[in-house]
């Protein structure tokens, strides 16, 4: 394997909770190849988002190395785009605008900014929708327009916490596709947490399925099938049935409820 893009050694990190230590992810290792596709699956309050928010550098409190490109992680960058779950649109602010925060931070001049904006609008399919407001769009295209965000100022690395997990079941599987197609299009090195087997399955080169309490790695699983993949195939479905026993065996896994909503700064989010 070439160096890793992302490089997770002898991660940890605890909590403190009311004045407990809050034992939240445990000597998670893992290396990341440039391209690949990673999910990381586990039950919620397994350290999923955790993870995310220590590799895109919004917690530099905790054991252990986290590297991208072999240098330590010390803060947010430009190389690193993440969406959400929710989609956190600004609802006074047009699909363009809202696209146009993920260029704040980029040395280029209005009208670069306005050509890649539309590019990417487009990317994402909404071509008709650059002037919309967010509450003109459904949750499937708020979606689109968060993955635009995060995939607007180019980022070699794209983060991706759940991102579908509020959608429908019709529209999460076209947003998979679409996920699929724009990486084909842009070969960036992806880290998708879920909660759903069957998403990581369609979507990863390898599932890092994840244990509660302390959260930490219990299996990594390559998936070696070609895409497109077929969510009815026979070795779909026996890998599938594989994963949920990993994840159900130790009787600890809950089904997500709700998602936390963190408040970030607004830098951040704009990045
Ligand atoms: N800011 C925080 N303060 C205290 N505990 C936290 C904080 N963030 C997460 N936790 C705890 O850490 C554990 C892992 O949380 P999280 O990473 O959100 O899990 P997941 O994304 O897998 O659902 C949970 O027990 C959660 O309550
Ligand atoms: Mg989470």
């Excluded at 893009?5 to 034992?23: A, C, P, Q």
């Excluded at 040395?107 to 670069?112: D, R, T, W």
């Excluded at 994402?124 to 965000?149: C, E, K, T």
Aim: with cysteine; hydrophobic share 45%.
């Amino acid at each position: 394997m070439n160096a890793p893009i992302v490089s997770f050694n002898h991660v940890g990190k605890t909590f403190d909770v009311d004045g407990f230590e809050l034992e939240a992810i445990r000597e998670f290792n893992l290396d990341i190849a440039e391209g690949e596709f990673v999910a990381i699956v586990g039950s919620s309050g397994c350290g999923k988002s955790t993870l995310l928010r220590l590799l895109v550098g919004l917690d530099r409190q905790f054991r252990g190395q986290i590297s991208v490109d072999g240098k330590a992680v010390t803060g947010i960058g430009g190389e690193r785009g993440i969406v959400f779950q929710e989609h956190r649109l600004f609802p006074w602010l047009s699909v363009a605008d809202n696209i146009g925060l993920g260029l704040v931070n980029e040395p280029l001049s209005a009208a670069q900014k306005h050509k890649r904006i539309h590019d990417f609008i487009a990317l994402v399919g909404l071509g008709d929708f650059a002037r919309a407001y967010p509450h003109q769009l459904s949750g499937g295209m708020a979606q689109r327009v968060a993955i635009a965000r995060g995939l607007v100022a180019s980022p070699r690395i794209l983060l991706l916490d759940e991102p579908f997990g509020a959608l429908d079941a019709l529209t999460r599987q076209q947003m998979q596709d679409e996920l699929l197609a724009i990486r084909a299009r842009a070969k960036i090195t992806t880290v998708l947490v879920t909660h759903d087997v069957e998403e990581a399955i369609f979507l990863a080169d390898r599932v890092v399925v994840m244990e509660p309490r302390p959260g930490r790695i219990k299996q990594v699983v390559d998936i070696a099938l070609p895409h497109p993949r077929q969510r009815s195939s026979f070795d779909f479905h026996q890998l599938r049935e594989e994963l949920l026993h990993e994840l159900t065996s130790d009787g600890h896994y809950q089904p997500p409820v709700s998602v936390q909503v963190r408040d970030l700064p607004l830098s951040f989010i704009a990045y």
